[in-house]
């Protein structure tokens, strides 16, 4: 893009994207980075756990970007921790398919500029829920960390979540309710997997509120299950894809 174009656009993308700079890294898990992003425009966002930011991964700017309509520039990741202050971790899987957001993860370091959009999403905790199910894998359990850390003691909490190994768990509160399930050697399909826990689960007479995340067939068959064999009412179910073998970017 021609300097004289580039730089409007560049003032529109500063109105929209807040800055931060890359504070911390942590391997937390085998594959998944912790990364602590500060910065004075970070200071008392509005932000619900559960909710996520898009990330920058690639040059905006770029023509190639433009052409294929920014998908491979922008990337959604929960906010797995927020500190009014001026701070935000996300929790970001370096998983095979090494896309842009898990190359970008893979090459960050600490003192990179990183540009944000301001929390936002509806995959929250609904209060006044009987009881809360959470069913995903371990990118699910970024969103679901947040959540449980918000949730009172006294709520009533139950979940299925997958990870390749025990070494690739997220520290996520409340952590011995849910049963954890690892695919071990199997590729990350784990639909079969988190279907069959899901069924032999042990609930409460009566429908909670479900979060299902994850792979997005992950997320249709088990809101299945939830629907149909459970007979649970639709809107008790809430359900946020994050990913799809073979495609790009979801949100
Ligand atoms: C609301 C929301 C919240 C999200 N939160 C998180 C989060 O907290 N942490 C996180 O790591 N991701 C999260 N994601 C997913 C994230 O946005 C990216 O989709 C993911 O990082 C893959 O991006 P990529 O550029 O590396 O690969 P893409 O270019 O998007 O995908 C390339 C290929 O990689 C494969 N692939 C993608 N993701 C996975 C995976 N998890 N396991 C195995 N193969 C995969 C697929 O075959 C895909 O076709 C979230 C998504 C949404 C919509």
Excluded at 10 to 29: A, N, S
Excluded at 140 to 153: H, I, K, N
Excluded at 189 to 214: E, H, M, N
Aim: include cysteine.
């Amino acid at each position: 893009m021609s300097t004289t174009r580039a730089r409007p656009m560049r003032r529109i993308l500063e109105r929209v994207l807040l800055p931060g700079t890359v504070e911390e890294i942590e391997l937390v898990g085998r594959r998944m980075r912790r990364i602590r992003i500060t910065g004075t425009s970070l200071r008392d966002l509005a932000w619900t756990p559960g909710q996520h930011t898009r990330l920058q991964v690639g040059d905006l700017l770029a023509p190639q970007i433009w052409l294929r309509g920014f998908r491979d520039a922008l990337r959604t990741y929960s906010i797995w921790d927020y500190d009014h202050r001026g701070s935000l971790d996300l929790c970001v899987l370096d998983h095979e398919g090494a896309g842009p957001g898990a190359t970008w993860s893979r090459r960050v370091r600490h003192g990179d500029q990183v540009a944000f959009t301001r929390p936002e999403g509806r995959f929250v905790t609904r209060s006044g829920a009987p009881y809360h199910l959470f069913v995903g894998d371990e990118t699910a359990s970024v969103a679901f960390g947040a959540m449980l850390r918000a949730l009172s003691g006294t709520c009533r909490v139950y979940g299925v979540v997958t990870a390749g190994e025990p070494g690739e768990r997220l520290p996520v509160p409340r952590s011995n309710e849910l049963t954890w399930l690892y695919r071990g050697e199997d590729p990350s399909d784990d639909t079969d997997l988190l279907v069959r826990a899901v069924r032999s689960l042990t609930l409460p007479d009566g429908p909670g509120v479900a979060y299902l995340a994850g792979q997005a067939r992950t997320c249709q068959a088990v809101r299945g299950h939830l629907t149909r064999d459970r007979d649970w009412p639709r809107d008790a179910v809430l359900t946020k894809p994050f990913w799809a073998p073979g495609r790009r970017g979801l949100d």
